[in-house]
């Protein structure tokens, strides 16, 4: 990773994706969450300090070195032991049937391949294991869906290749998921930040069925 992907952007993430209105969705999102977790995109461990008591353990996959460092003092401070297991959502680095959930939070829209990710989460999380979601992306109003897909080529400069014009419940739904708790809206603010503000949190379970064959 670049200087300015791997040292700023943590940086600025951690800085603007906290308050009191995200704050109340991660403490939604995370909900639920029990056993061992597998936590993609950990960033700088702002989802520790809402994590439920039936957390036993969090397997954080973070590729920034210091977002990581960032993370330091919360993960001394959590309830649960952290441990970081991997540097790439798309290619993890455990056994199938591993983890009771999995939580992912604002990372679908960076990953390069998303897809690849959610069906690498499927593969490694127990049978009757949940994915916890909270995303930002693709807003259903048309005139806010042309000015995402005018800003994204700025923004994916910007944020180490974060995308506005992504589908998240439709990126779930594609690699095998069922969607069973679903709520989307924008968050507070002022209309001119409604690219950026239109959000997605979630629970999803593996289909019985298994994933689509599109290989």
Known sequence: ?????????????DW???GPDIDALRAEVCAGLTGDVLEVGFGSG?????LPAAVARVSA?????????LSERRREQASVPVQRTGLDGQVLEEPADRFDSALVTFSLCTIPDPARALSEIARVL?????????????APDPGVARWQRRLEPLQSAVFAGCHLTRDTPA???AAGFDVLELR?????????????????????AVSSSGTDDTD
């Open 1 to 13: 990773m670049g200087t300015w992907s791997d040292r700023a952007v943590p940086r600025l993430t």
């Open 61 to 69: 996959v973070e590729p920034a070195d210091t977002g990581w460092r």
């Open 171 to 173: 990126l779930v739904r």
């Open 126 to 138: 127990k049978p009757g294991g949940m994915l916890h979601f909270l995303e930002h992306g693709l």
């Open 184 to 204: 989307q809206e924008y968050l507070p603010g002022p209309r001119v930040g409604r690219p950026w503000a239109y959000g997605s949190v979630g629970v999803a």
């Open 16 to 18: 603007a994706l906290r």
């Open 46 to 50: 702002l989802n520790l300090r809402f």
